[in-house]
């Protein structure tokens, strides 16, 4: 009876627009979007992509796209439709392009914070200023057991926060490349630091050659003896160097045996490092702690493979931590214009970076004619357009009312914090707030269980403390 009624409703429903007894990807354009496979996909992308997220040219409104799709471009590579769609087929396109033009504004918000009171959608919260930068960018936090924090800024700054609120700068950090997208980058404490007063610093490193200064992505520990830094060691670089300054990757991550977790984006060679395994480039590496490689890392056997990778096909990640109830690896990574993405990292697998995307080129050409391939994984969600996710961590407990499992992201792009709920290893909702509060570059969640995040320019970390 009850699958008869389902059925029949179905097929009432089928009449209007197809039947998705889940709700979920429901296709509204119908034939619309059937026909902007066909005949757009492979120039514009898959997922309307470049609309989502472009500098109109030919203008976007709804006459300016009808004439687009007419007449096209010939000398610029689009060719007119005039002919081939009747001229229904051709205002539905415009329609559903105009769905992804409204797409595009999800998370641009008009709203600017005027008190430091917040309102989630299930509680309200203020920010207490914990850290006010000297410099512009503060990358990372990590907490020390006793309830100090550390603060990297990416000029090249270590700062040492006590619990009093007094902030003094550690002594004897490494020489970093300040350059570019490069500099200091994320702090971590080793899980024993009670004991062995051992922390982990990740950052750019230069080297002068004849052809220029060549960079990569670096990782020294060294212990921390009240703010200054000794028997500092470099244990991981990744291999070989590269001219450009850019995608660096950097973010460190303790997995729950103790192994560190570092990520390394792909350096601007798309088409050189993420896809191969003789490059550091482009991987999420696991290492011990002495900078050894652990036995059952994924590629150890493989002849010329670097031993410390253990996933690829990545682009630039610049957030990861580890689920601290499954143990999975999550991280997010910028896509190139459109297709950001968040990833359970297994290991020896392919993220498909730049086989597969959901994004496109900045000139609005396509990277990829395909955004799945055999053989390489499908994020646990992406953006369009491009939020820039920076820093990832997860909550849980009841602090916060309403985030009882969720997995906090911060936006560079649109100056907020994704709130991203979660079910099963899905994002099932996504709420946003700390509207315009400026370039979200992290967020951490201390062990006893509170939200901070460093947002940019001027530097902070705020602390996010619920109100009645
Ligand atoms: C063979 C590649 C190709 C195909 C197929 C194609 N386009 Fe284009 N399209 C382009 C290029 C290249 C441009 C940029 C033209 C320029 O720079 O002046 C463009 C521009 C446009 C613009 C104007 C964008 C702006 O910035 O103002 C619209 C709208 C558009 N295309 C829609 C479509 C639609 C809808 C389809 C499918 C019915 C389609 N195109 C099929 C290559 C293509």
């Known amino acids: 009876m009850y699958y008869n009624s389902l059925l029949t409703a179905c097929l009432l429903f089928l009449l209007s627009v197809s039947c998705n007894p889940s709700g979920q990807d429901a296709a509204p354009f119908g034939k619309a979007e059937e026909q902007y496979k066909t005949y757009c996909a492979s120039c514009h992308g898959e997922k309307m992509t ?7 040219k030919h203008g976007n409104s709804d006459s ?8 096209g471009y010939p000398d610029a590579g689009m060719p007119g439709f005039d002919s081939v769609l009747t001229d229904s087929d051709k205002q539905n396109l415009v329609a559903y392009i105009q769905s992804g033009i409204a797409n595009a504004g999800k998370y641009t918000f008009e709203d600017k914070p005027t008190t430091n009171l917040f309102q989630a959608d299930s509680m309200k919260f ?18 020390l057991p006793g309830g100090d924090l550390l603060v990297t800024e990416r000029g090249g700054q270590l700062y040492r926060l006590s619990s009093n609120r007094t902030t003094t700068a550690i002594t004897g950090v490494p020489a970093v490349l300040a350059e570019g997208q490069g500099g200091l980058f994320d702090v971590a404490a080793d899980p024993a630091f009670a004991s062995n007063k051992t922390i982990y610093l990740s950052y750019a490193k230069g080297v002068k050659t004849d052809s220029g ?62 896809q191969s395994l003789l490059q550091g480039a482009g991987k999420i590496h696991r290492i011990k702690t002495d900078g050894s490689i652990p036995a059952d890392n994924p590629f150890v056997q493989q002849p010329g493979a670097v031993a410390s990778v253990y996933s690829y096909g990545h682009r630039n990640p610049q957030g990861m931590a580890v689920h601290p109830q499954t143990g999975a690896i999550w991280e997010n990574e910028h896509g190139p214009r459109g297709g950001d993405e968040i990833n359970i990292a297994d290991a020896g697998k ?26 390489m994984e499908q994020p646990v969600l992406y953006w369009l357009p491009s939020i820039g996710p920076s ?32 079910s099963n290893n899905r994002v099932v909702r996504e709420e946003t707030v700390l509207k315009n509060i400026g370039r979200v570059r992290d967020v951490r969640v201390s062990p006893d269980g509170w939200v901070y995040v460093a947002v940019e320019s001027p530097g902070y970390v705020f602390k996010l403390v619920p109100v009645q």
């Open 126 to 143: 203020r920010l207490d200023t914990v850290f006010s930068g000297k410099g512009d960018i503060p990358w990372s936090i990590a907490f």
């Open 391 to 422: 820093g990832l961590a997860f909550l849980s407990g009841d602090r916060y009312k309403g985030w009882k499992n969720v997995a906090l992201v911060g936006s560079l792009r649109f100056r907020y914090l994704n709130v991203c709920h979660l």
């Open 50 to 56: 470049a609309f989502t997220d472009r500098q109109w």
């Open 64 to 71: 300016a796209l009808l004439a687009s799709i007419r007449h």
């Open 350 to 375: 392919n993220y498909g970076w730049p086989v597969i995307t959901y994004g496109i080129n900045y000139d609005g050409t396509v990277i990829a004619k395909s955004a799945e391939k055999e053989g």
């Open 213 to 274: 200064v060549v960079a990569t992505t670096a990782v020294s520990r060294a212990i921390l003896d009240g703010t200054t830094l000794k028997e500092v060691n470099e244990i991981f670089e990744a291999k070989p160097y590269w001219l450009t300054k850019h995608h660096y990757g950097g973010r460190l991550a303790f997995t729950k045996e103790g192994y560190l977790l570092i990520s390394v984006g792909d350096r601007g060679k798309e088409f050189v490092t993420p």
